[in-house]
């Protein structure tokens, strides 16, 4: 197979052996389908990647990639397009009108996305009463402070969407999901919010590379069931065993 693949580039060698065939730099090459004078679409591949990888590429802004000689706008753009893809593909994403039966449910639907961003994201599942999706809502971007996640942005969507519960999530791009006592007062402060409107909050999951952690299984939300039906401690096919700290992916 090597001699035939000898003096063969990258797209001929996709077409005869498949995607699978090419490393990294190979399906990277391709994407840039040209380099600059003296370095090839393959060399500048190799830059881009450098030690980090596929990963650390993920982890890269737009702006960021623009830097590097050979890298404009709309290379950098179909990179992060392929990438998103990617990611997009290896999710197991809820969709409207799916139902959640617990913190689980959420950390496979957000983690592919999360996990590389170099900044933290706050999103919002709105409910319905038999809690199923209703809609997913960005509340905001940067550090979670009790500040910049107020009650009153949080549940505006989920009272004009008439939602009957809500679950909360963000990300730790430290790759520890273990929650702040940020996170804590953040919880907190939802939870009595959504007690006065009576959009109960059932869940803050926080995302992380190495897994994820429910601040209800923290103790922070006890009391507030998930309702019949949906129990966060049952699965589809019978009871799951308690969390610990940190659940692992």
Partial sequence: ?????????????????????????????????????????????????????????????????????????????????????????????????????????????????????????FHLLLLDGRHRVLREVMASRGTLTASLVHPREVFRPALREGAAALVVVHNHPSGDPGPSLEDREVTRRLVQGGALLGVPLLDHVVVAERGWVSLREEGELQGLPWGEGTSLRKGATGPVQAAPRARRC
């Fill in 1 to 121: 197979m090597q001699r035939a693949d000898a003096g063969r580039g990258p797209r001929e060698r996709l077409r005869a052996s498949g995607p699978e065939a090419l490393d990294d730099v190979e399906l990277v090459a391709l994407l840039l389908r040209t380099g600059i004078r003296g370095h090839p679409a393959q060399a500048l591949a190799r830059s881009l990647l450098g030690s980090q990888g596929l990963r650390g590429l993920a982890r890269t802004l737009p702006t960021e990639l623009e830097q590097h000689e050979g890298v404009g706008p709309a290379k950098a753009a179909t990179l992060l397009a392929a990438l998103e893809l990617g990611r997009r593909l290896s999710e197991r994403r809820l969709e409207n009108g799916d139902p959640i039966r617990g913190p689980e449910d959420v950390f496979q639907h957000f983690h592919a996305r999360l996990r590389d961003l170099p900044h933290e994201q």
